[in-house]
């Protein structure tokens, strides 16, 4: 068993660095925060959004959940702690954008892909949540029917990845700032078998590595948000 004392020290660590030998950025952060980017992630260990993006406190403003996954903006689905989240960080933090961050191996897509997200019981929150992308694994079943399992369940995350970002464009506040061009939504794939990030281009329906998606992103003239379906 894994001691809580390891914890301990950790936050040492980060006491002595970043309140000690380098305390100007939390002598800044203080006051109030300025991310620039909202990141909706999955609640995986495996996939810390800051450890693999590098990033330092105070730059990113991080939500997650099981399987990454952005509800549609309906009063029956239960609590709307993700859309609250959302809602802040584009109307009172003022993002510049939006990025959902998904990953192989998700063990909430792989109880989805067997069928978790089907009726489930009132006492199966993981169902109930999951149910939220049950289009991304109808639309696998019908698009791979001889498809492997592993390649089901590796399409349906990305697939539900787009979900949630058509699921984002539906909330008035995005809606408004992504016409006005003050606010760009993005869906990334992070495969932890290779190491390698892909972004979703919605010019190719497709992953491509995160520098060529925008790269062509950029040369079109348009963000990575998908087109509404």
Same mark, same amino acid.
């Given at each position: ?114 069928? !978790? ?34 390649? !089901? ?74 087109? !509404?379906?």
């Amino acid at each position: 068993m894994e001691k809580i004392e390891r914890f301990i020290d950790g936050f040492t660590r980060f006491q002595q660095h970043y309140y000690e030998e380098a305390p100007e950025l939390y002598r800044d952060l203080r006051d109030g925060q300025r991310p620039s980017t909202l990141l909706i992630g999955c609640c995986d260990s495996r996939v810390d959004p800051a450890i693999l993006l590098d990033c330092d406190p105070g730059d990113i403003f991080t939500m997650r959940n099981v399987a990454n996954l952005v509800p549609p903006p309906r009063g029956d689905i239960g609590p709307q702690g993700v859309l609250a989240a959302i809602q802040f960080a584009v109307e009172d933090l003022l993002v510049e954008r939006v990025i959902v961050l998904g990953h192989s191996g998700c063990g909430g897509i792989r109880a989805l892909m067997q069928g !978790r997200g089907q009726a489930p019981q009132p006492t199966d929150f993981v169902g109930s949540w999951m149910a939220i992308a049950e289009p991304a694994r109808e639309r696998v079943l019908q698009q791979l029917p001889e498809a492997s399992d592993e390649e !089901r369940h590796r399409a349906c995350e990305q697939a539900s990845i787009i979900i949630s970002l058509q699921n984002l464009q539906r909330l008035p506040a995005v809606q408004r700032r992504t016409e006005e061009g003050t606010l760009s939504l993005h869906g990334w794939y992070f495969d932890l078998a290779s190491g390698s990030l892909s972004a979703y281009s919605p010019r190719v329906d497709a992953f491509l590595p995160v520098t060529e998606a925008i790269a062509t992103a950029g040369r079109s003239g348009a963000g990575t948000a998908p087109c !509404r379906k």
